[in-house]
């Protein structure tokens, strides 16, 4: 068997051109376009580079972009005080912290400090606990995208076993959730989890969110399990060069699985373009407008 690559490119290209489609009416509306707001403290490369692709993203989707970058020496204090102004602030409607944060800072107090309305990271207890009772609520994008995934590939997901490993509240607890909305069977495993192969190979579906090199390996799945890769691994590639893995062990996971989320190229770029829906979808609720269709 050879697994069928699910094209995550593809998939949040689409997702991006339904945002950014949807965009003019609410301005119409609304008098004003949708508006985002990154805050950067420091200066880490990869940070950098993401608050930079998501200022590109959300200017091309026809929405306003307010980027903050503050000095790795800003305190607590400050960074709460810009929080609390972009909470006022009527012409932001999706306010992200970037992560990681420096040391001298409490990422949860930063967190807690974002109106969950405008928490487009979906990051906030208030959020947490809406996705946990299943009221409506502004959810983790990197999960939603998961979930984008496994639908358009699967269709109705109701019944079918699935396996999440990693419990982190940024991917696996919140995974899990969404899973359980969907009337899957969830398991939710982790490094104490005993005879970890064996719980994996039960799986119709199998997120891998734990953050360890090729872990995953092809002997470990039931054949023609769906499977998501959400990790992101640079390893030594020889010649002084490395080379993106995830967490599965993507050769050998391809001979017994039905279909794979490749890295990079999967999961990834669906992030970003979850997060302009997200910000989308807050726009129309602190208007009072129903939710965007089709997203």
């Known amino acids: 068997?050879?697994?069928?690559?699910?094209?995550?490119?593809?998939?949040?290209?689409?997702?991006?051109?339904?945002?950014?489609?949807?965009?003019?009416?609410?301005?119409?509306?609304?008098?004003?376009?949708?508006?985002?707001?990154?805050?950067?403290?420091?200066?880490?490369?990869?940070?950098?580079?993401?608050?930079?692709?998501?200022?590109?993203?959300?200017?091309?989707?026809?929405?306003?972009?307010?980027?903050?970058?503050l000095d790795a020496s800003t305190s607590q204090d400050e960074l709460l005080t810009l929080v609390r102004r972009l909470n006022a602030d009527a012409a932001v409607d999706g306010i992200l912290v970037q992560l990681p944060l420096p040391p001298q800072i409490d990422e949860q107090a930063v967190i807690a400090a974002i109106d969950p309305d405008k928490d487009v990271d979906g990051f906030n207890v208030i959020n947490a606990g809406r996705l946990a009772v299943g009221e409506d609520g502004l959810v983790p994008c990197t999960p939603l995208g998961c979930l984008m995934l496994l639908r358009d590939r699967l269709g109705d997901l109701s019944g079918l076993d699935a396996v999440v490993i990693g419990r982190s509240n940024i991917v696996g607890k919140p995974m899990a959730q969404l899973l359980l909305r969907e009337s899957c069977t969830v398991t939710i495993a982790h490094s104490r989890t005993r005879d970890l192969p064996g719980v994996v190979r039960r799986a119709d579906i199998v997120i891998a969110a734990v953050g360890r090199p090729e872990m995953v390996q092809g002997d470990w799945l039931k054949p023609g399990a769906t499977v998501i890769d959400v990790g992101i691994n640079r390893i030594d590639a020889g010649d002084g060069k490395t080379r993106l893995v995830g967490d599965v062990d993507f050769a050998g996971a391809s001979d017994v699985a039905g279909a794979i989320t490749p890295v990079p190229g999967g999961v990834g770029p669906m992030t970003i373009a979850v997060l302009l829906r997200n910000c989308l979808v807050a726009a129309h609720a602190r208007a009072g407008l129903p939710a965007p269709a089709g997203l």
């Open 1 to 69: 068997m050879t697994a069928a690559l699910i094209d995550g490119r593809a998939f949040a290209q689409h997702l991006r051109d339904r945002v950014a489609a949807a965009v003019p009416a609410f301005a119409a509306t609304a008098k004003r376009p949708p508006g985002l707001a990154v805050v950067l403290v420091g200066e880490d490369p990869a940070s950098a580079v993401y608050v930079r692709n998501k200022g590109k993203a959300t200017l091309a989707a026809g929405m306003a972009s307010f980027e903050h970058r």
